[in-house]
């Protein structure tokens, strides 16, 4: 039982938008910047988005992040078959450094 | 160019011990914080353990708790090494085990990863 909450799953066709949900409480989410990564089988994690809003170096600009309280929400505009992988949002729990994951959704490109 | 190389995975028998390492080479080491994070088989990511910059500080996952012990030697001159002492292994330890970078910014950016070492604890 992951400490975040995501969907399982998500799918959507190439060429439109589908968004990911990161539920989380006050001690994390609610009091933390979020950032996003994409795991694809295989190979390292990769990160995406940081400080909730951020696109890390080198990602397109079609990945957007946006946090609201305890939630937020990874955004992926013009879907390519290229961006099927497993999602996974993280931030630190409890006023430490203890890191907290979310339990992974798989993207699926129709 | 930053790269993170781990080894040291295999099987092991329950209750017995095992040493991850992670090279990390094209960073000024000394800087940032490390950690490790784990994918059981079927799971999602689960953090394990983070280091401070000078190897003073420890934090731990509830599960790794007092049977791993994470370390880092900061004195190599091209490669650096992070280690991760597992102990007392469980069958649910099974994992692939990731060495993660965080990013300067702090805040649990973990902004480059290794390709991870399988860990097998089987009987």
């Known amino acids: 039982q992951s400490v975040l909450t995501q969907p399982p799953s998500v799918s959507a066709a190439a060429g439109q938008k589908v968004t990911i949900s990161c539920s989380g409480t006050?001690?994390?989410?609610?009091?933390?910047?979020v950032s996003w990564y994409q795991h694809l089988p295989g190979s390292a994690p990769k990160l995406l988005i940081y400080d909730s809003v951020k696109v890390a170096p080198g990602i397109p600009d079609r990945f957007s992040g946006s946090k609201s309280g305890t939630s937020a929400t990874l955004g992926i505009n013009g879907l390519q078959t290229g961006d099927e992988a497993d999602y996974y949002c993280?931030?630190?729990?409890?006023?430490?450094?203890?890191?907290?994951f979310g339990g992974g959704t798989k993207l699926t490109v129709l | 160019q930053v790269q993170l190389v781990e080894s040291g995975g295999g099987v092991v028998q329950p209750g017995r011990s095992l040493r991850l390492t992670c090279a990390a080479s094209g960073l000024t080491f000394s800087r940032y914080r490390m950690h490790w994070v784990r994918q059981a088989p079927g799971k999602g990511l689960e953090w394990v353990a983070l280091?401070?910059?000078?190897?003073?500080?420890?934090?731990?996952?509830d599960s790794a708790e007092g049977r791993f012990t994470i370390s880092r030697d900061n004195s190599g001159n091209v490669v650096y090494l992070v280690y991760l002492q597992l102990n007392s292994l469980r069958i649910e330890d099974t994992a692939v085990y990731y060495c993660?970078?965080?990013?300067?910014?702090?805040?649990?950016?973990?902004?480059?990863w290794g390709q991870g070492s399988l860990v097998t604890v089987s009987p």
């Open positions: 280091i401070s910059s000078d190897g003073d500080i420890k934090y731990y996952a």
């Open positions: 006050t001690s994390n989410i609610g009091s933390n910047s």
């Open positions: 993280g931030t630190r729990d409890g006023g430490l450094s203890v890191v907290v």
């Open positions: 993660a970078k965080e990013s300067g910014l702090g805040r649990a950016i973990l902004d480059y």
